[in-house]
């Protein structure tokens, strides 16, 4: 996977549309989740987190959720600035709604997991490694209702395209659910962000954000 800090979880979802490069981390010996990530920056294969990806929608619309993956991010080079704010392995499961004239846009779903990550720490990570590129020109980041949960979008300028990123709580402490849209229309983000939604079950409670 092309690597840039804070880059894997800016565009997670982005990067599962392209093509899921994560494939390429499967060589070798399969990482057990039970251990340590041993100085890898990403450890994940289809199957990782099986309780991740359950969490994960099957279709949307029509259309079923492809690439499915689960894993881990383990180091400052993937963490970006959540590493600040003492979280030092993030967990996620996701998959892609690939754009089936051009690979390089479409929609991904992602659900992320860390013991106390708040919101607004997950979406600062998104937005700084976003932010933090060298082909995006501007970035904004407002709050929204999504299921009746505060949520955030983020809407970063790129040379491109527009690529637009919500994140939500899920209905379990510490994980959220993201969805980023790369050359994709507001009607496709707003179904995978429907399909998403319907998934959950009431909130939990969480820390503030």
Not at 21 to 27: E, I, K, Q, T, W
Not at 32 to 37: E, G, I, K, T
Not at 100 to 105: D, L, V
Not at 174 to 190: C, N, P
């Amino acid at each position: 996977m092309p690597r840039s800090p804070h880059r894997a979880i800016a565009l997670a979802a982005a990067l599962l549309v392209a093509s899921f490069a994560l494939a390429g981390c499967g060589a070798g010996a399969s990482p057990n989740p039970a251990s340590a990530c041993n100085g890898a920056d990403e450890q994940s294969y289809a199957g990782f987190y099986p309780d991740l990806e359950r969490l994960l929608p099957t279709h949307v619309g029509s259309q079923a959720l492809q690439q499915v993956r689960s894993g881990r991010y383990c180091s400052s080079n993937t963490l970006g600035s959540l590493v600040s704010v003492g979280i030092h392995e993030l967990q996620f499961a996701g998959g892609a709604l690939p754009d089936p004239k051009n690979r390089a846009s479409g929609v991904g779903l992602v659900v992320y997991r860390a013991t106390g990550m708040t919101l607004n720490q997950l979406a600062d990570a998104q937005a700084n490694g976003a932010g933090g590129t060298q082909d995006a020109s501007g970035i904004v980041a407002q709050r929204t209702t999504i299921a009746g949960r505060t949520g955030i979008r983020i809407d970063v300028s790129v040379q491109a395209g527009p690529e637009m990123i919500f994140v939500w709580p899920e209905g379990q402490p510490g994980t959220y659910d993201a969805v980023t849209g790369v050359g994709a229309t507001e009607a496709q983000i707003s179904a995978a962000v429907a399909a998403f939604a319907s998934t959950q079950g009431p909130p939990a409670p969480s820390p503030s954000p």
